[in-house]
Antibody
Framework: EVQLVESGGGLVKPGGSLRLSCVAS????????MNWVRQAPGKGLEWISS????????QYGDSVKGRITVSRDDAENSLYLQMDSLTDDDTAVYFC????????????????WGKGTTVIVSS | DIKMTQSPSTLSASVGDRITITCRASQSIDNWLAWYQQKPGKAPKLLIFKASSLENRVPSRFAGAGSGTEFTLTITSLQPDDFATYHCQQFKSYPWTFGQGTKVDIK
């Protein structure tokens, strides 16, 4: 079964940092672009980052650019999101999601999603 | 950035109804559009990709249409399991962007 499991969320103070993880199983992780999408309470979905297979291509959303770093460890089938200088606006559920086809970075949609991990930024 | 606008924001309907949700892009995205269903506290689920292609194991009562800047998601006969929020997303170019979502609730 194809599965994504996020972890690492929690309560953090404004200005703090957090590292989220996503462990993949059931498919050849190293071949796929992986993505992070978040959802603030009561709000819509917001794409925040994508990283290609081999980490050759990386994109960030404008709202997080300069404050987050996406990375992957293919040996561990893991995707990471390092988040720094957190603000209240970063409070959200963070989902990792797989792009639909191997070895593509553009023109791909997200076909498998994890259940998400919750980040709360509050003093 | 490409702005995606869904309408309506909320739709009240009954089991058996035919409903249509519209998604408009601020510029042409050809057919690079996906639709997702999301239930409270759950992850989004892919329904439709490339505007009109049905994802595996998604019931045929779901149908996507459109190209360019205007797209629709139609549910031909609403079932109890379909009460949820629906999101459109463009994947023509980064940054990928979503519509604000359409909540389908029980009339």
């Amino acid at each position: 079964e194809v599965q994504l499991v996020e972890s690492g969320g929690g309560l953090v103070k404004p200005g703090g940092s957090l590292r989220l993880s996503c462990v993949a199983s059931g498919f050849t992780f190293r071949d796929y672009t992986m993505n992070w999408v978040r959802q603030a309470p009561g709000k819509g979905l917001e794409w925040i980052s994508s990283i290609s297979d081999g980490s050759s291509y990386i994109q960030y959303g404008d709202s997080v650019k300069g404050r987050i770093t996406v990375s992957r460890d293919d040996a561990e089938n893991s995707l990471y999101l390092q988040m720094d200088s957190l603000t209240d606006d970063d409070t959200a559920v963070y989902f990792c999601a797989r792009s639909d086809s191997a070895h593509i970075f553009y023109y791909c949609y997200m076909d498998v999603w994890g259940k998400g991990t919750t980040v709360i930024v509050s003093s | 950035d490409i702005k995606m606008t869904q309408s309506p924001s909320t739709l009240s309907a009954s089991v058996g109804d035919r409903i249509t949700i519209t998604c408009r892009a601020s510029q042409s995205i050809d057919n690079w559009l996906a639709w997702y269903q999301q239930k409270p506290g759950k992850a989004p689920k892919l329904l439709i990709f490339k505007a009109s292609s049905l994802e595996n194991r998604v019931p045929s009562r779901f149908a996507g249409a459109g190209s360019g800047t205007e797209f629709t998601l139609t549910i031909t006969s609403l079932q109890p399991d379909d009460f949820a929020t629906y999101h459109c997303q463009q994947f023509k170019s980064y940054p990928w962007t979503f519509g604000q979502g359409t909540k389908v609730d029980i009339k």
